[in-house]
Structures are given as C-alpha cells and as structure tokens.
C-alpha cells in the first residue's frame, strides 16, 4: 500500500517547477521534509518507485496533450476540414475526412504513400485532404508553391505523385521537367507559384498546424484526434473507423 501511495506523490512532486522557491501552501516545511524523506528511503528499498512515478507523470501530460489537440481541432472548424481551396483525395464526399499535414521533401511522407493509396483504396468513404506544411526549407516552400499552383491546372495530383518520387532537391529545373510530364503549362506554373494567394495559402496552413500543436510532418487529423508520425495502415483504418463510429453516435 505505501508503494501504491508513494509513486502518485514522486509524480506530484516532481512536477513541481524547478525554480519554486517555496514549498507547495498545501504542506509546512517540517512535512514537506519528512514526505521527501520517506520517498527517498522508500526509493532506496525499491528503485521502480521512481520508474512508475515518471510514466504517471508522462501519462499525466500525454492526457493533457490529447486534450489541448481535440479542444484545437474543434476550434479550428471549417478551416481544417472544410477549407474549399484544399486539394481533396479519395471521395470528395465521404463520412470521414482524413487531414494530412505533410512536407513534399519528408521521407517519412514518402512512406506514407502507399499506406494512403490503400487505405483510399480499400474504403471509398474516406475524404483525405492535403495541408501542404514547408518545413524543411527553401526547396521544400518551392515544391508546395508548386503543387499549390498546379491546383490552378488541375494538376496537383499529378505534380505532387512525380514530385513526391523524385529527388527532394527541387530545383526551377526539376520543376519545369516534373511539369513538363504532368502535361502542365510551366510559364502559367511559374506565374502562379508567385501568386501571393499562394504564399498566403501556404502561411494558413502553418499556422493552422501551429494552432494544433503539429510539430512535424507527417501529422493527421481523424475525427477528433490528432496522430502525429508515420502509421501503418491498420493504424489509419482504426482511426477512421473510430471517427466513424463517433459520427454515427452523433446522429
């Protein structure tokens, strides 16, 4: 019973900010003193103590993370699922919509790809829409103006597929080639790619992934939930099919 008691107070107390300098109102000096006192002989007899305490702690801050995510993803409404500039995969109007924060130039986006495809595949139902994130530098902001002018053409699909297979090393010259091969109009891809709608389209969607908290690509948002990192494709369906069902329970 001590051990089950200890593990919540190490937690408690070492979330404390460092810098405090003074103890918390709830304890006196003298019990403050004889609390860490006995944490510390108890960690001496067993050491998991410590163990347990750090993964209630992390435990309590994941749970926090998890609740600032959905709070922000409800308060981004419209501009995260329902932005009409975005470019949408799969089926325009299926009951879930998947949001996919992703840089052309991320490897791990790259491996994403076929877990995407199949999951489009596998379920007509699922709308994915692209937030095109530049993160990774100036190569990166010139493949998402890019992809992002080529909408104009209808081409963003066809331009972000080539681009996603290539070398990342955008350059004006693989541009022009991988637009060349999409069938597009380059001298119009040029002119749109310095459109500043374009460049304001991008600055949204950083800001929108700031707003959730996305601190990395790939990231997405399914129904109420935002997964950051690669998945695999069980992952994505499972998602989905939570969002789902918290759709369906809403009805």
């Given at each position: 019973m001590?051990?089950?008691?200890?593990a919540p107070i190490l937690a408690a107390l070492l979330a404390l900010p460092v810098r405090a300098a003074e103890p918390p109102p709830a304890f006196t000096p003298a019990q403050r003193a004889e609390i860490v006192?006995?944490?510390?002989?108890a960690m001496v007899a067993d050491p998991s103590i410590l163990r347990d305490a750090v993964t209630a702690l992390q435990e309590s801050?994941?749970?926090h993370r998890?609740?600032?995510a959905r709070s922000a993803i409800a308060e981004a409404g419209p501009a995260l699922t329902a932005n009409p500039g975005d470019p949408v995969a799969g089926n325009p109007h299926?009951?879930?919509t998947v949001v996919e924060f992703y840089d052309l130039r991320c490897p791990y986006c790259r491996r994403m790809i076929p877990a995407i495809d199949a999951l489009l595949k596998q379920d007509p139902k699922v709308r994915l829409v692209y937030k095109d994130i530049p993160i990774l530098g100036p190569a990166s902001v010139?493949?998402?103006r890019a992809v992002l002018a080529a909408q104009r053409q209808d081409g963003y699909a066809r331009l972000q597929s080539l681009l996603m297979a290539s070398n990342p090393q955008f350059t004006e010259a693989s541009l022009h080639?991988?637009?060349t091969r999409a069938g597009l109009d380059w001298d119009r891809l040029q002119r749109d790619m310095?459109?500043?709608a374009v460049e304001a389209r991008i600055q949204a969607n950083l800001d929108l992934a700031r707003q959730l908290g996305v601190d990395g690509t790939p990231a997405f948002v399914i129904g109420g939930q935002l997964l950051p990192g690669a998945m695999e494709l069980a992952d994505l369906q499972a998602a989905v099919g939570a969002a789902r069902a918290g759709n369906a329970a809403m009805r």
């Open positions: 001590m051990r089950l008691l200890l006192a006995i944490v510390r002989q801050e994941s749970a998890v609740a600032a299926g009951d879930v010139l493949g998402a080639e991988a637009a310095h459109d500043p």
